[in-house]
Nanobody, 116 residues
Framework: QVQLVESGGDEVQPGGSLRLSCAAS????????VGWYRQAAGKKREFVAV???????GYADAVKGRFTISRDNAKNTVYLQMNSLKPDDTAVYYC??????????WGQGTQVTVPS
């Protein structure tokens, strides 16, 4: 089964930047919409950004203008460039296919910490 591996999380000061990566073990990203999600401590997982098979993107209001999702089909990797980070962005970040009936088992995620 295809596995997802997120990486790139770190602790960064407010206003800083990070780039997260989501690598798939198979060629699934080029034909599916892929999303980034995040889960803060004690809260439900929430949508962050999406990129569809045609390259169109969408963002949650909380990150619009600060985060950019992109993909490299040749590398089976989706990225999330995060700029102007805020303490509210602190969470574990995950990626997965958007379509519920196609979603893969969730990976371990990658921790992003922005201290207040």
């Amino acid at each position: 089964q295809v596995q997802l591996v997120e990486s790139g999380g770190d602790e960064v000061q407010p206003g800083g930047s990070l780039r997260l990566s989501c690598a798939a073990s198979g060629s699934i990203f080029s034909i599916n919409a892929v999303g980034w999600y995040r889960q803060a401590a004690g809260k439900k997982r929430e949508f962050v950004a999406v990129i569809d098979s045609g390259g169109s993107t969408g963002y949650a209001d909380a990150v619009k203008g600060r985060f950019t999702i992109s993909r490299d089909n040749a590398k089976n990797t989706v990225y999330l460039q995060m700029n102007s980070l805020k303490p509210d962005d602190t969470a574990v970040y995950y990626c997965n296919l958007v379509a519920i009936d196609k979603q893969l088992p969730w990976g371990q995620g990658t921790q992003v910490t922005v201290p207040s």
